[in-house]
């Protein structure tokens, strides 16, 4: 799955929050077993999106005098 930041906002609220149930971006909702399991989780999360380069766009501009 490809997470995105929205994803490991909601993980870090519901860890935050002390809750075990979280609803993600999709619209899919998880049940973890415990705060190790959360952490180990966010911890993925982070370590994908960080690992993903930016998207760059370059444009060309035609030069006058060829």
Known sequence: MA????DIDALQTAIGAGV???R???GSETEYH???EMRS???EMKA????K???RAFRGA???GY
Request: zero cysteines; aromatic letters at 8%; hydrophobic letters at 30%.
């Open 41 to 43: 989780l966010l911890s």
């Open 34 to 36: 415990s705060l190790k």
């Open 24 to 26: 993600y971006s999709d």
């Open 62 to 64: 035609p030069r006058s």
């Open 48 to 51: 994908s999106l960080a690992t």
């Open 20 to 22: 075990k149930r979280v």
């Open 3 to 6: 997470w995105t930041q929205d």
């Open 53 to 55: 380069k930016p998207v």
